[in-house]
T-cell receptor, first 116, second 110 residues
Framework: GAVVSQHPSWVICKSGTSVKIECRSLDFQATTMFWYRQFPKQSLMLMAT?????????EQGVEKDKFLINHASLTLSTLTVTSAHPEDSSFYIC????????????FGPGTRLTVL | RKEVEQDPGPFNVPEGATVAFNCTYSNSASQSFFWYRQDCRKEPKLLMS???SGNEDGRFTAQLNRASQYISLLIRDSKLSDSATYLC???????????FGAGTQVVVTP
């Protein structure tokens, strides 16, 4: 149990386009989902926390108008990178926690974004 | 100063040997501590939680020193499959927010 999927697993796009990444909890209801970004040889950096049905809480320095997060259901959260630029190229990982579970976060497999 | 600091390594370890490394954290109010393992280009996977009394899971032993604010991980009888980056993770608040170290790379050699 406790499986989290992400789609797509990798994406290459042109500068200026928008990219949507989906994060799904497959076998549990995720009350909270977290979005992270990881640059090579660096730690995972939390971008935002989203709770189902409410607005995401963004970390300091993360532009909410550039990284749009929608958590419309208990099993799906999406991250849209708007007007992507090469500096947005990174590994984006989501994680989820569910009600009734421990505080363990279950991670998706990540999405590797390359912006040309 | 980083919230969670780790020696990046790499720690080159002969197969069968023991390796240990630490991580320090800055938030004295942290209550939950974890070691995650991350393979190249993959997501982190929980290796073990770290409890105040220290805990062991097979060949892996974790220790917590609250006074000095550090956590350690020891791997005994290293296997080639133990080669990975080990992430020290600390909770940042009571809402599940986690802070990750940059990881310690371990390379087990035949």
């Amino acid at each position: 149990g406790a499986v989290v999927s992400q789609h797509p697993s990798w994406v290459i796009c042109k500068s200026g386009t928008s990219v949507k990444i989906e994060c799904r909890s497959l076998d549990f209801q995720a009350t909270t989902m977290f979005w992270y970004r990881q640059f090579p040889k660096q730690s995972l950096m939390l971008m935002a926390t989203s709770n189902e049905g409410s607005k995401a809480t963004y970390e300091q320095g993360v532009e909410k108008d550039k990284f749009l997060i929608n958590h419309a259901s208990l099993t799906l959260s999406t991250l849209t990178v708007t007007s992507a630029h090469p500096e947005d190229s990174s590994f984006y990982i989501c994680s989820a926690t569910g009600s009734g579970r421990s505080d363990e976060q279950f991670f998706g497999p990540g999405t590797r974004l390359t912006v040309l | 100063r980083k919230e969670v600091e780790q020696d990046p390594g790499p720690f080159n370890v002969p197969e069968g040997a023991t390796v240990a490394f630490n991580c320090t954290y800055s938030n004295s109010a942290s209550q939950s501590f974890f070691w995650y393992r991350q393979d190249c280009r993959k997501e982190p996977k929980l290796l073990m939680s770290v409890y105040s009394s220290g805990n062991e899971d097979g060949r892996f032993t974790a220790q917590l020193n609250r006074a000095s604010q550090y956590i350690s991980l020891l791997i005994r009888d290293s296997k080639l499959s133990d080669s990975a980056t080990y992430l020290c993770v600390v909770n940042a608040d009571s809402w599940g927010k986690l802070q990750f170290g940059a990881g310690t790379q371990v390379v087990v050699t035949p």
